[in-house]
T-cell receptor, first 111, second 119 residues
Framework: QKEVEQNSGPLSVPEGAIASLNCTYS??????FFWYRQYSGKSPELIMS????GDKEDGRFTAQLNKASQYVSLLIRDSQPSDSATYLCAVIYFGNEKLTFGTGTRLTIIP | GAVVSQHPSWVICKSGTSVKIECRSLDFQATTMFWYRQFPKQSLMLMATSNEGSKATYEQGVEKDKFLINHASLTLSTLTVTSAHPEDSSFYICSARGRTPYSSTDTQYFGPGTRLTVL
């Protein structure tokens, strides 16, 4: 069974610091990788997508993909209290149109 | 990012009645739409996948006769919960995938969700 694993947390980070979220996946046939943010009681919101090895930066967010090691990470620089949420890692496997989600990491930014 | 709307945002109904939830992709054509359900403090659970003009594909354990999905156009999908019971109370979230003005590849965006309470 194809799996996506995340540390459920909670992960607590001081305001202004870098928050690092990690995700591993089981199938080397994975082709597309996504990070979603979900606030309590709300639906997921797309933060980043990444398709090739290396880093992809968007504002305070950087996604890192390492296909050889089968992990994808999300770095949040200058963390703000508004970044407190559950972060979901999601993967699309080759030949499958469905997102496979991890269980999510709950992040708390401490003022 | 792209916009997916859902209506209603919340609904309360009596046991035994049916509830219809609409999902629309507002600024792109969705080749595929997905319906999820999420119970409190749990992960998203995919219920079904639908392509425009085709029958929906349901995940194992999801009753297709209870959760009717219609994907009438590239921008509209509906989920009807038939003969709702209290155990159907949940947060229902649709998601649409397609080529948007914001991405060079197909991307999946979520609607804001519909909170269903069955009394």
């Amino acid at each position: 069974q194809k799996e996506v694993e995340q540390n459920s947390g909670p992960l607590s980070v001081p305001e202004g610091a870098i928050a690092s979220l990690n995700c591993t996946y089981s199938d080397r046939g994975s082709q597309s990788f996504f990070w979603y943010r979900q606030y309590s009681g709300k639906s997921p919101e797309l933060i980043m997508s990444i398709y090739s090895n290396g880093d992809k930066e968007d504002g305070r967010f950087t996604a890192q993909l390492n296909k050889a090691s089968q992990y994808v990470s999300l770095l949040i620089r200058d963390s703000q209290p508004s970044d407190s949420a559950t972060y979901l890692c999601a993967v699309i496997y080759f030949g499958n149109e469905k997102l496979t989600f991890g269980t999510g990491t709950r992040l708390t930014i401490i003022p | 990012g792209a916009v997916v709307s859902q209506h209603p945002s919340w609904v309360i109904c009596k046991s035994g009645t049916s509830v219809k939830i609409e999902c629309r992709s507002l600024d792109f054509q969705a080749t595929t739409m997905f319906w999820y359900r999420q119970f409190p403090k749990q992960s998203l659970m995919l219920m079904a996948t639908s392509n425009e003009g085709s029958k929906a594909t349901y995940e194992q354990g999801v009753e297709k006769d209870k959760f009717l999905i219609n994907h009438a156009s590239l921008t509209l999908s509906t989920l009807t919960v038939t003969s709702a019971h209290p155990e159907d109370s949940s947060f229902y979230i649709c998601s649409a995938r397609g080529r948007t003005p914001y991405s060079s590849t197909d991307t999946q965006y979520f609607g804001p969700g519909t909170r269903l309470t069955v009394l």
